[in-house]
């Protein structure tokens, strides 16, 4: 069992920057990938992000390419996500993931263990 903790989120005008974190406890040992997923009212959960457990390899949905930046610290098992240039279409409940099993990444159901989720809210 893992657990998932995402302190913060925030409000910030468009243009702006965000750094989301995720904290993991629980059975940690291992290797996993790590990733987050967003959600905005109305709408299906989306892909966002996601690492392999020696940082060596990234996922970007192609709308975040060169804005957003995903990384870790497995020493303090806590995964980042930078958010720079930050748009209102950004605005969202974003969720970080965890997961041993595998399979592709942009799809929820191959995903573990997820945290509450944390509201990021982009304005005008």
């Known amino acids: 069992q893992v657990q998932l903790v995402e302190p913060g989120g925030g409000l910030v005008q468009a243009g702006g920057s965000l750094r989301l974190s995720c904290a993991a406890s629980?059975?940690?040992?291992?290797?996993?990938?790590m990733g987050w997923f967003r959600q905005a009212p109305g709408k299906e959960r989306e892909f966002v992000a996601a690492?392999?457990?020696?940082?060596?390899?990234?996922y970007y949905a192609d709308s975040m390419k060169g804005r957003f930046t995903i990384s870790r610290d497995n020493a303090k098992n806590t995964m980042y996500l930078q958010m720079n240039s930050l748009k209102p279409e950004d605005t969202a409940v974003y969720y970080c993931?965890?997961?041993?099993?595998?399979?592709?990444?942009?799809?929820?159901?191959?995903?573990?263990?997820w945290g509450q989720g944390t509201q990021v809210t982009v304005s005008s």
């Open positions: 993931a965890a997961d041993h099993s595998g399979g592709t990444v942009r799809t929820g159901r191959n995903w573990n263990y």
């Open positions: 629980g059975s940690t040992s291992g290797n996993y990938r």
């Open positions: 690492i392999n457990w020696s940082s060596t390899v990234t």
